[in-house]
């Protein structure tokens, strides 16, 4: 049929559902052949991975009617913005606006409709329209859609490698390692050849091990101990690049074990040691160093007494010094030659008024070690001895008239003793007594307990400070009674610190606000650098509160295992000879702690340890043997594993139990607050210390430092050193810190087990006496030219005690052993 005059009409929008179709007969002569209803649309699709659903066309011929896509599954539009596309009047899509792309892990397929996840053995590290990339060498994917490819067993990537880099591996051993001697100066020169196996990385540096083994038969690390702080290394220990190094300060005639490591920057990463190359050699002597220095211990008209150190480098045990010396206006031709085996001599026959040219060399095996340069002292002339004697007469007369007072003093003191003792005590006669009684000048402590009101005792020995001087800053912890703070506090006329305050909280009882003040109470009575300081209280205005001053660094224990090998030797022992001076200080005044451990030890910014936490502490009494004693009443808390046994078995708590934690403590120290006795339980502990089994040397700790653990932990208190004896050690170690050099290697024995002293054994002094565990007297020996064990076997009670052993302990073992020597000798049962 054919169209005649046929009209498209369009309407839109559509306000309601549906819509009639109406048809208006206008009277023209017109015939309606037919009507057509119709509408077009955009079918869905999936363009650019954005699906779009099925769109109606707009109304007008010229309309596009815009539609927002959804990205498919594992993708996300781009730049944020979701995708657009238009919908024409003909059906079609046009004008597409933005996209999607798939994420990290999934790569679109061939025609953009869809993200497929990265099969396994590939990776995709960022989103976006790239494909999946094969994992980089050794590394792998565990599962499919991976970002990121892990690196096999072995393998690592340093901190700084992308994850997109191939994984690498530490080095292999160096090779060709050898190694020149030279002599004792000039030390040890090794090379070696990079590694053949360099990981997959550029980079490698060295590191060197060194460690010294008993013979040249045990050459195992396990047997082996550490090198220690002298042998030096150039370029440097660790971190350097060269195939050479050199190691200065070696002992001579000693077995060396030297391990060269080869690092990467992945090195750190594995959980195996680095590969090394092993080399040993034993070292040959020669003749000693240059004696460093000489000292002028005394001057007189006709004679001149100098004293030297050992030199650096012994290379040996001395065997002799010469001494030459001369006129300084003669010549040196005329030089006269003093030989001692000691490091002491008085040079006699001189001319008043002369000034003398000294030099000295030490003598080894190997022989003569060179001069060291020359020292120029002199005589005193006549006249100036004559001036000496006069000014010091009056000096003598005073000494003499101040030794009289003195006696006249203390026979005073007797009698008013013997007087007050006749008379009826009051209350308070015997803890007045205790405190203005003095020996010597020191005051003896006085138990807050011992008061009615614990606040008389904080009246009496604390200051009470105005709350508008202080300042709180902030609040670092809670202790038993309320909270601990820090603040800041300006008292007139001094300068600002820095304080901790301790607040006493609401509704305590009064009991528990007795123990409160007590800590004041007993910190009030003590002025001592290495005792924590009590600035004052605030007790008129609640709440009450005791200040304190700051310690930045925190307990010993904690601050010590955060920065482990941080310190040398010397420096540990400084810290623990703090320590010591603060309880000597203590126990001069009658006063045990019953708690001493590096926990209740504080640390400043000046590394200054202050004995503090006080709670166990109590006054000694009920004298026993001339040893203080206080005895815990039963349910007392005992901190066992720094506790001596008459303490944990009898509750005898004294100046010597103090020094059994003591010991406890040192060896803490050198171990960098590890825990004593370890995974041991209490029982166990005890049990081993009855049983005379003791702690091991912690690692690198100097013998003669662990033989002072060992004094302090002798069964017997009377046997223990006094806190004034082991601060004379401790000073006497710092003087000659040649003596803390050596070091051991950590036990493979837990504990160490007793064992009956073999004199049958021994062929020197020194042994002798490690033998019986007396290092500590080995200067005093030596002082005494007890070289030979024939001259030890006659000691008596009053050759000891001329020596200047003091303890009664000590002295009846020396003696004892003597005995027992003098009987191997006469049956032939000792080498001398």
């Known amino acids: 049929m054919r169209r005649i005059n046929i009209k498209t009409r369009s309407f839109a929008p559509l306000t309601r559902s549906g819509f009639v179709l109406a048809i208006v007969d206008s009277g023209a002569c017109v015939s309606l052949m037919g009507v057509s209803i119709f509408y077009r649309r955009c079918p869905a699709t999936t363009l650019y991975l954005a699906s779009y659903v099925a769109t109606p066309s707009g109304a007008e011929p010229t309309a596009l009617v815009p539609v927002t896509g959804t990205c498919v599954p594992h993708s996300q539009s781009q730049g944020g913005t979701a995708p657009r596309m238009h919908c024409n009047a003909e059906g079609e899509w ?23 996840a990265c099969q396994l053995g590939f990776y995709k590290a960022v989103s976006g329209s790239i494909s999946c990339t094969e994992c980089p060498a050794n590394s792998r994917t565990s599962l499919e859609a991976s970002k990121v490819c892990e690196c096999r067993s072995g393998f690592y990537r340093a901190p700084n490698d992308a994850n997109t880099t191939a994984c690498t591996a530490p080095p292999s051993a160096p090779v060709s390692l050898s190694w020149e001697y030279k002599s004792s100066e000039e030390g040890v020169s090794l090379r070696w050849k990079p590694p053949l196996d360099l990981g997959g990385r550029s980079e490698v540096t060295y590191g060197v091990v060194c460690r010294i083994c008993p013979s ?24 350097f690049r060269q195939t050479k190094i050199t190691l200065s300060n070696l002992l001579t005639r000693v077995t060396y074990l030297i391990q060269v490591q080869a690092m990467n920057d992945v090195s750190p990463l594995s959980p195996f040691p680095p590969q090394f190359a092993s080399i040993n050699f034993t070292t040959s002597q020669s003749v000693p160093s240059e004696v460093p220095i000489l000292h002028q211990l005394n001057t007189a008209p006709d004679s001149i007494t100098l004293s030297w150190p050992q030199p650096d480098r012994p290379n040996g045990d001395i065997l002799e010094y010469q001494l030459r010396y001369y006129d300084k206006s003669s010549d040196e031709s005329s030089a006269t030659s003093v030989f001692t085996e000691t490091n002491t001599v008085t040079v006699a026959a001189l001319t008043p008024g002369s000034i003398y040219a000294f030099q000295i060399r030490a003598r080894n095996e190997r022989g003569f070690g060179p001069y060291s340069n020359s020292v120029y002292f002199s005589t005193l002339a006549i006249e100036e001895r004559s001036r000496q004697i006069q000014n010091r007469l009056p000096l003598l007369v005073g000494s003499v008239m101040g030794g009289a007072a003195f006696l006249l003093v203390v026979a005073a003191v007797i009698i008013v003793f013997v007087f007050r003792t006749k008379r009826r005590e009051s209350h308070y006669s015997d803890r007045l007594q205790r405190y203005i009684s003095n020996r010597a000048g020191v005051k003896y402590y006085v138990d807050p307990s011992s008061y009615e009101d614990p606040s008389e005792a904080v009246k009496e020995f604390a200051r009470e400070i105005d709350p508008a001087h202080l300042k709180i800053e902030e609040v670092i912890g809670a202790a038993q009674f309320g909270e601990v703070s820090r603040g800041r506090y300006r008292p007139l006329g001094r300068r600002e610190v820095l304080v901790v305050v301790k607040t006493l909280r609401w509704g305590v009882t009064e009991r528990e606000r007795g123990v409160f003040l007590s800590e004041a109470g007993v910190l009030g009575q003590f002025d001592h650098p290495n005792v924590l300081k009590l600035e004052g209280v605030i007790t008129h205005t609640p709440p009450e509160r005791i200040i304190m001053e700051f310690m930045e660094n925190g307990p010993l224990d904690a601050f010590l295992r955060e920065n482990e090998d941080q310190f ?10 703090g320590i010591g001076a603060g309880m000597c200080y203590l126990s001069e005044r009658n006063f045990v702690h019953r708690d001493l451990a590096a926990r209740n030890i504080l640390v400043n910014s000046n590394l200054v340890c202050k004995v503090s936490d006080f709670g166990l502490s109590r006054l000694m009494k009920d004298l026993d043997h001339n040893m203080p004693t206080y005895t815990a009443s039963l349910g007392c808390k005992i901190p066992i594993r720094w506790t001596a046994p008459e303490a944990f078995q009898h509750r005898k708590f004294s100046s010597a139990s103090d020094v059994w934690s003591f010991g406890i403590l040192m060896w803490e120290v050198m171990s960098y607050g590890e825990r004593p006795y370890w995974d041991m339980s209490n029982q166990e502990v005890m049990k081993a210390v009855v049983d005379q089994y003791r702690l091991p040397a912690p690692n690198s700790c100097p013998p003669v430092l662990h033989a002072l653990m060992l004094q302090c932990w002798q069964a017997d208190r009377q046997d223990r050193p006094r806190f004034d004896a082991i601060l004379s050690s401790l000073d006497r170690l710092i003087r000659h810190p040649a003596s803390l050099k050596a070091e051991h290697a950590r036990p493979t024995q837990p504990l160490l087990s007793p064992s ?47 020596l200047g052993v003091n303890l009664l302990g000590h002295q009846r073992k020396i003696v004892n052993a003597a005995q027992q020597l003098r009987t191997h000798l006469t049956q032939g049962q000792v080498e001398v």
Not at 568 to 577: A, E, N, P
Not at 764 to 773: D, G, H, K, Y
């Open 756 to 802: 009956s002293t073999d004199l049958a054994t021994v062929t020197t002094v020194s042994e002798w006496l490690s033998a019986l565990r007396m290092d500590c007297y080995k200067d005093e020996f030596e002082r005494a030219q007890l070289h030979s064990l024939e001259r030890v076997s006659l000691l008596t009670m009053e050759d000891v005690q001329a």
């Open 568 to 577: 040398s030797v010397l420096q540990l022992v400084g810290m623990v000879r």
């Open 216 to 239: 040249a038969t045990e050459i195992h690390p396990s047997v082996c101990s550490w090198c220690g702080d002298s042998v030096t290394y150039t370029p440097s220990k660790s971190g």
């Open 94 to 116: 046009m004008v597409p606006v933005g996209g999607c792309t798939c994420d990290a892990g999934y790569e679109p397929n061939h025609n953009g409709s869809a993200c497929l």
